[in-house]
T-cell receptor, first 111, second 112 residues
Framework: QQQVKQSPQSLIVQKGGISIINCAYE??????FPWYQQFPGKGPALLIA?????SEKKEGRFTISFNKSAKQFSLHIMDSQPGDSATYFC??????????FGKGTRLSVIA | NAGVTQTPKFRVLKTGQSMTLLCAQD?????MYWYRQDPGMGLRLIHY???????AKGEVPDGYNVSRLKKQNFLLGLESAAPSQTSVYFC???????????FGSGTRLTVV
């Protein structure tokens, strides 16, 4: 049973456009929702994270939107750039349990 | 500041051979994790540790063992490698539950 469902699997966006990646979860005990960015040949790196007491968090061009009632959260990348081309993973955890990851979204930003 | 260092970076094993993957962190983090990454499967947790001398099973622990004898090191062992264990293995560490994980650069293991 997949605890965090991520979509789409792949995404192609024009330079300057908005990239949107969605995740859904079932476990209502989850209380920490990070997004990780991974470039080829590298390990994932924390991009941005949110706790369920807020509905939105913005850091530069990256925004997490969180909908507790729908059990969904999403990553928005504004003004997408070719350098944003990477694989993005959503994740979640509750309490002291380790992170569970979505299956990833491969983003390609084309000029 | 090296962060999380994984050795080796690449390895080819024959079926039935054993090996140990080493993860070392220099950030004094309490928690350490081993994940495997396979195409289309995301990152799946193998084992983890919440402190020196402790280990716990993750989602896919079968065929692997771990040890955390020192706080800074977390070892992942394969006793009898199988082709299904061909994967990229990532080690990560964190200071606590609600902190970001710092990942190593991975070990690409091929079992033939």
């Amino acid at each position: 049973q997949q605890q965090v469902k991520q979509s789409p699997q792949s995404l192609i966006v024009q330079k300057g456009g908005i990239s949107i990646i969605n995740c859904a979860y079932e476990n209502t005990a989850f209380d920490y929702f990070p997004w990780y960015q991974q470039f080829p040949g590298k390990g994932p790196a924390l991009l941005i994270a949110i706790r369920p007491d807020v509905s939105e968090k913005k850091e530069g061009r990256f925004t997490i939107s969180f909908n507790k009632s729908a059990k969904q959260f999403s990553l928005h990348i504004m003004d997408s750039q070719p350098g944003d081309s990477a694989t993005y993973f959503c994740a979640a955890l509750s309490g002291n349990t380790p992170l569970v990851f979505g299956k990833g979204t491969r983003l390609s930003v084309i000029a | 500041n090296a962060g999380v260092t994984q050795t080796p970076k690449f390895r080819v094993l024959k079926t039935g051979q054993s090996m140990t993957l080493l993860c070392a962190q220099d950030m004094n983090h309490e928690y350490m994790y081993w994940y495997r990454q396979d195409p289309g499967m995301g990152l799946r947790l193998i084992h983890y540790s919440v402190g020196e001398g402790t280990t716990a099973k993750g989602e896919v622990p079968d065929g692997y063992n771990v040890s955390r004898l020192k706080k800074q090191n977390f070892l992942l062992g394969l006793e009898s490698a199988a082709p299904s264990q061909t994967s990229v293995y990532f080690c990560a560490s964190s200071p606590g539950s609600f902190y970001g994980y710092t990942f190593g650069s991975g070990t690409r293991l091929t079992v033939v």
